[in-house]
């Protein structure tokens, strides 16, 4: 089935440091895929998505590329803020259907 | 205003109890679905129901019942509540399936003691 995996949190990290969480999935045929962040007491809001092989999600940013050959969605800002801490979900989607596959989430924390 | 949004946010209640959650969308949406989030910030889904018919349904106990009056509404019965089910419950929407951009209300945290 399919299924994705990320990097375990916590991160911790200083202001206007660069921050990476790995992200890799299994699946059949061409997922879509996605990276939502939830802060604190929020719920999932959508932070960028990539629908084909070689696609680049951005967004407030951060950017994630779409690497079918080695099946990730790697997602990158290069100077987080405080304002970033929160928790990132890697996602997937089939082409067909509507059932979206959730990691199991990276908490960042940034500091001042 | 705001496009999805779940009663109670806050659920403190005892084992065997029966409780529910309400959820409603304000953004025309066709389908709606349940996500549980675990104190270790798993997510997982539930139910997803499209047009008040349902169209996910994990493997979750028969005690958790979903109930769609409209499409507008989705709601959550769940019976003999366990501490095992203490959780954060997510409801979310999304316009069309294809582009996977599910919009989120703010969770109710229910706690079983």
């Known amino acids: 089935g399919n299924s994705v995996t990320q990097m375990e949190g916590p991160v911790t990290l200083s202001e206007e440091a660069f921050l990476t969480i790995n992200c890799t999935y299994t699946?059949?045929?061409?997922?879509?895929l996605f990276w939502y962040v939830q802060y604190p007491g929020e719920g999932l809001q959508l932070l960028l998505k990539?629908?084909?092989?070689?696609d680049k999600g951005s967004n407030k940013g951060f950017e994630a590329t779409y690497r079918k050959e080695t099946t990730s969605f790697h997602l990158e800002k290069g100077s987080v803020q405080v304002s970033d801490s929160a928790v990132y979900f890697c996602?997937?989607?089939?082409?067909?259907?509507?059932?979206?596959?959730f990691g199991g989430g990276t908490r960042v924390l940034v500091k001042p | 205003d705001t496009a999805v949004s779940q009663t109670p946010k806050y659920l403190v209640t005892q084992m065997g109890n029966d409780k529910s959650i309400k959820c409603e969308q304000n953004?025309?949406?066709?389908?709606m679905y349940w996500y549980k989030q675990d104190s270790k910030k798993f997510l997982k889904i539930m139910f997803s129901?499209?047009?008040?018919?349902?169209?996910i349904n994990e493997t979750v106990p028969n005690r958790f019942s979903p109930k769609s009056p409209d499409k507008a509404h989705l709601n959550l019965h769940i019976n003999s509540l366990e501490l095992g089910d203490s959780a954060v419950y997510f409801c979310?929407?999304?316009?069309?399936?294809?582009?996977?951009?599910?919009?989120f209300g703010e969770g109710s945290r229910l706690t079983v003691l």
């Open positions: 996602a997937l989607k089939k082409a067909a259907g509507n059932k979206l596959t």
């Open positions: 699946a059949t045929g061409y997922p879509s």
């Open positions: 990539a629908t084909k092989a070689d």
């Open positions: 953004l025309g949406h066709d389908t």
């Open positions: 129901y499209n047009n008040k018919e349902l169209i």
């Open positions: 979310a929407s999304v316009r069309d399936s294809d582009t996977g951009e599910l919009f």
